[in-house]
């Protein structure tokens, strides 16, 4: 037979010793000196179990019940093992049983009897009173109490194994490492995956790369987190099962954790507890990836290269590649691909694709949304980033590169362009039929407070998180909208004053600005629209349009007062001033209004996030365990930072500085919160109430009775009860204020 001397043969089956089938799981080249192959073996073995031989009646018991092995003495047990429970097993190399009694474990309807039945064994330990049954091939694991694993194909660890973590074993090439391609297809912010990685330790890494030396730390910190060792066992938490699986190669699994009908689990951590146990179903296939404490995995999702943060889910057929999924977060059915998504995100319908995207967290992809899916380079090297509350809706197409401030929904449509929008908790629509983009700023607070509203309370209440490293700001007005506040006011005074007739290229962009500003609180509601013709907002040479501008400006305005007033309000009562003076003494006497970062949905002051880089560059800060304890600390100053910021942010937009803030002012500002507090609670139970009386909403029904029952009477609305509680709340803390500041004596004026 003619061969072909460039052909490889990849596919060669070694022949070897059947007596080595369980020794050597460590090559002598890669052993210590003075150490055997179980070194890690037995520092990995916590359970706490003295073993010893098998008695001769133990191994006569043992063959008469069909069980075989290449050396009976390499067969150890607790003083409770029992023989009869151990059936037509095949056992070579080191194994090790613990207790072993004559009862059944059950779980979810399924009752096995404890012992070993119908399995091959290689190398392995068991914890007490296991079930291991049908298990074809089972290799150098081991296994704690109680656990179940049930009709596996194949089950085994090698020698190098690394458990989804990026890293490389002695004797390996820097080419085998994995690395997790996020936020952009040509690999250009690639991250090493970790075991704990939270989502800003992704972002850090993902984004600021043309900090090298930052770039070599962070790669030194995952490293040192690492044993190079190679002989570490494959492990099965404390009442874990596994039923019906296929193949798992290279896995590490936590305790309490449920696994059942997967194709095949490879190079993966799973971690699960007693109290956040992780579950994966039928018909998965997750392969170079960590899975977090509390996450589900069910009916067919396929997983490449990726890290799910604790309490994510991914199901019904998702697919999830080269990617980061924070806390809380869901994917259904979709493509996700090339992406670092921050906690709390909803994607669930089978027709949408998010690529190449950095998505701030609190979003919701819409079906049939498809973003990256259309490029405007010759490489696949666009990305997009979406603030906090990003909502594209239905059938909504992207192009890269776009950017979205905070809270922005998208209608239907088809956007060809790039996209910069700047304006947050916006309304982006396209107008074709007028060739015009259209954007409406605040437009939430208009017509939709109800979501706004309901979205913020229903984040909190779904964050599963058991340990809360990171602190993350679910509240819609916080340091990084406000921050944004102020910019659109900026860019709306810009461009009225450009629509009103001054001249850009004349006047600095400040005067502009200020110019803008005047005609707005001047005319109010007297601007309805106004056509921008620069490309500030879209890579296009047709106008933008837009509107509400007087309207958007008062109600940003209103926004920062709101946002002002109520953390000195809540300052006030945390530490029960009785005077305006008392509290006036304990403010910032020069209080600066911040630049924020969103690092992975914890909210950093930009002076915290330069602390955070200096220490790991100096070498200050030399673990991953001390960036998240900053974390940690940052997350316990957070109130603090973003009461200074919100106190700088009412000075700002009063333009006043500290000594010209007094009493007077501070008890009038209070009201006009109050007036604007009650201004939201009712668009929030108007905005809802707009679906009860909508004559095509309610065509469906046949009576108020049957619409009742079906969504429920409005009256009833949980939610609805909650926000007029809280402004109930608000309005006796209003009182006290005004009572506590004004009926005492108190400071009427600041210092100069």
Not at 95 to 105: D, N, Q, S, T, Y
Not at 299 to 307: D, E, I, P, S, T
Not at 368 to 375: K, L, M, R, V
Not at 600 to 629: A, R, Y
Request: net charge negative; hydrophobic share 35%.
């Amino acid at each position: 037979m003619k061969t072909n001397p460039q052909f490889v043969n990849t596919n060669l089956v070694a022949k070897r010793p059947a007596k080595g089938i369980g020794y050597n799981f460590i090559a002598p080249e890669f052993l210590p000196a003075g150490k055997d192959e179980y070194h890690l073996r037995n520092l990995q073995n916590r359970s706490g179990i003295n073993y010893r031989v098998l008695t001769a009646y133990e191994i006569e018991t043992l063959v008469r019940n069909s069980n075989t092995s290449d050396d009976w003495n390499k067969i150890c047990v607790s003083d409770a093992f029992n023989p009869d429970l151990v059936k037509n097993c095949k056992f070579f190399g080191l194994v090790r049983i613990g207790k072993l009694e004559p009862v059944a474990l059950e779980y979810h309807n399924v009752c096995m009897p404890v012992g070993l039945y119908n399995s091959t064994i290689i190398s392995c330990d068991f914890g007490d009173n296991v079930v291991i049954s049908n298990v074809n091939y089972m290799s150098h694991y081991i296994v704690g109490t109680e656990a179940m694993i049930v009709n596996v194909h194949e089950l085994h660890t090698t020698s190098h194994a690394k458990f989804g973590n990026g890293i490389i074993k002695e004797g390996e090439e820097e080419s085998v490492r994995i690395w997790m391609e996020i936020c952009n297809e040509n690999a250009g912010r690639k991250i090493i995956p970790f075991t704990g990685m939270l989502p800003g330790d992704a972002y850090l890494w993902s984004k600021y790369r043309g900090d090298t030396l930052l770039m070599e730390k962070l790669k030194e910190l995952t490293e040192r987190k690492f044993d190079k060792q190679r002989g570490y066992y494959g492990k099965i938490g404390d009442r874990t099962v596994i039923k019906n699986t296929s193949i798992i190669k290279d896995v590490w699994i936590g305790s309490d954790a449920y696994i059942k009908g997967a194709n095949k689990l490879k190079n993966l951590t799973i971690d699960s507890s007693y109290s956040a146990p992780s579950q994966i179903g039928e018909g998965c296939e997750l392969v170079n990836g960590i899975v977090d404490f509390g996450c589900r995995i069910f009916y067919g999702a396929k997983a490449v290269r990726f890290l799910m943060a604790s309490h994510s889910q991914l199901k019904y057929g998702a697919r999830l590649i080269n990617s980061y999924l924070g806390n809380n977060a869901t994917i259904s059915c979709c493509e996700v691909l090339n992406s670092l998504i921050f906690p709390a995100h909803e994607q669930h319908h089978n027709n949408s694709f998010l690529c190449a995207s950095l998505v701030m967290g609190q979003s919701n992809i819409a079906a049939g949304a498809t973003i990256g899916s259309n490029h405007n380079s010759r490489a696949a090297d666009g990305e997009m980033v979406a603030g906090r509350g990003f909502w594209p809706g239905l059938c909504v197409s992207l192009k890269h590169n776009s950017k979205f401030a905070s809270y922005t929904l998208i209608a239907k449509g088809d956007f060809s362009s790039e996209l910069n929008i700047s304006l947050p908790f916006s309304l982006i629509s396209n107008d074709v039929s007028n060739n015009k983009l259209v954007i409406m700023p605040a437009y939430w607070f208009m017509y939709n407070m109800y979501a706004l509203a309901r979205n913020a309370h229903k984040y909190i209440d779904r964050d599963k998180r058991t340990d809360k490293v990171q602190h993350i700001e679910y509240e819609y007005l916080a340091p990084d909208t406000i921050n944004e506040i102020f910019d659109a006011l900026h860019v709306l005074g810009k461009h009225t004053a450009i629509a009103h007739g001054f001249d850009e290229c004349s006047m600095d962009i400040s005067l502009l600005q200020e110019e803008g500003a005047k005609i707005l609180e001047e005319k109010k509601s007297a601007i309805n629209s106004i056509e921008v013709m620069d490309s500030s907002f879209e890579n296009a040479k047709r106008p933008a349009l837009i509107l509400k501008v007087g309207e958007a400006f008062r109600i940003y305005k209103e926004l920062v007062v709101l946002y002002g007033v109520s953390q000195l309000i809540q300052f006030a009562e945390d530490n029960e001033f009785g005077s305006f003076k008392a509290m006036y003494d304990e403010l910032p006497h020069q209080p600066q209004r911040q630049l924020w970062k969103n690092i992975g949905g914890q909210l950093l002051p930009d002076t915290d996030f330069t602390d955070l880089v200096t220490g790991i560059k100096n070498d200050t800060i030399s673990g991953w365990d001390e960036v998240h304890e900053f974390y940690r600390s940052a997350g316990e100053t957070y109130l603090k930072n973003k009461r200074e910021h919100s106190f700088a942010s009412l000075l700002e937009i009063l333009r006043i500085t500290k000594a010209e803030f007094d009493q007077p002012l501070f008890i009038n500002l209070v009201e006009q919160a109050l007036i604007t507090k009650k201004w939201m609670t009712e668009n929030i139970y108007t905005s809802r109430e707009k679906d009860y009386g909508n004559d095509f909403k309610r065509m469906v029904y046949d009576n108020d009775d049957e619409m009742n029952e079906v969504v429920g009477a409005l009256d009833e609305n949980s939610f609805i009860r909650e926000q007029q509680e809280a402004l109930q709340s608000f309005v006796a803390s209003v009182e006290n204020i005004k009572y506590t500041f004004q009926e005492k004596k108190s400071y009427v004026s600041g210092p100069a």
